[in-house]
C-alpha cells in the first residue's frame, strides 16, 4: 500500500493538447497513488506561479521529476521560471530525489560529440544537474525519448511504460526507507 503521495511529476509543456510524447508520458503515471502530476502550463497560463504553493508541493515530495521536451536544449520558459523562483538556494531539500523525463525532436544519435548536435545529453543537461547538486538533491537517471517524431506508437507505449516502471521504483524505494 502506497503512503501519502511522494513522487511529484512537473509536467512543463507549453501546448500539452498538442503533445504526443509528454502527453502520453503523463497519462502513464497520473493514475499511481503515490504519483502527484501536475500541469505547470496548465495550472499557470498566466505564468504568474504561486511561489508558496509550490513551495509547500516541493516539500511534500520525495522525488521531484522535472518533465518537459528539450527547447533549444533547455527547459520551456515556465520551467525554468520554476526553478529561478521556487527551487531554494543551498542545501534545502538533502534527502530528496530529482529526475528529469526529457524528449527531444533530434535522433539520439546526433547527441554525440560527432553527431549534429556536437553535445552529449550529459553535457548539456549539466545545469540542472548543478542544481540538483547545489539544493542536496540526488539526481536518479533521466529518462530519455529522443526522435519524437519518428517514434512509432508501439515505442511510446513501451517508453511510457518503463516511465511507469521506474516511478513506481522510487515509490519502492522510499517505501522502506
Ligand atoms: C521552440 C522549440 C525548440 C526545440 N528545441 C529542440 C532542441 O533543442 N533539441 C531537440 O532535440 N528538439 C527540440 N525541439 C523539438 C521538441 O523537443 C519535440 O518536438 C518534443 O520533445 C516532442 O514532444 P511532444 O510530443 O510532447 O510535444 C524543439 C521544439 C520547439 C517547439
Do not use: I
Not at 90 to 97: E, H, I, M, N, R
Not at 122 to 149: F, I, Q, W, Y
Request: aromatic share 6%; hydrophobic share 40%.
Amino acid at each position: 500500500m502506497h503512503p501519502d503521495p511522494h513522487v511529484l511529476v512537473l509536467v512543463a509543456h507549453p501546448d500539452l493538447g498538442r503533445s504526443r510524447v509528454n502527453a502520453a508520458l503523463a497519462d502513464a503515471v497520473r493514475g499511481l497513488r503515490h504519483v502527484t502530476v501536475h500541469d505547470l502550463y496548465g495550472s499557470y497560463p498566466d505564468h504568474r506561479v504561486d511561489v508558496p504553493r509550490e513551495r509547500a508541493l516541493l516539500h511534500a515530495h520525495r522525488t521531484v521529476v522535472l518533465q518537459f521536451p528539450f527547447y533549444w536544449y533547455s527547459t520551456p520558459p515556465l520551467l525554468k521560471q520554476w526553478l529561478d523562483q521556487v527551487m531554494p538556494y543551498g542545501p534545502a531539500l538533502t534527502g530528496k530525489t530529482l529526475r528529469l523525463a526529457v524528449s527531444t525532436g533530434s535522433a539520439a544519435h546526433t547527441y554525440t560529440p560527432e553527431g549534429r548536435t556536437g553535445y552529449t545529453m550529459a553535457e548539456l543537461l549539466r545545469p540542472l544537474e548543478a542544481t540538483a547538486r547545489l539544493t542536496g538533491m540526488d539526481l536518479a537517471e533521466p529518462l530519455l525519448v529522443h526522435g519524437a517524431r519518428n517514434l512509432t506508437d508501439e515505442e511510446l507505449k513501451r517508453t511510457a511504460e518503463r516511465y511507469q516502471e521506474l516511478l513506481c521504483a522510487a515509490g519502492a524505494v522510499q517505501r522502506t526507507s
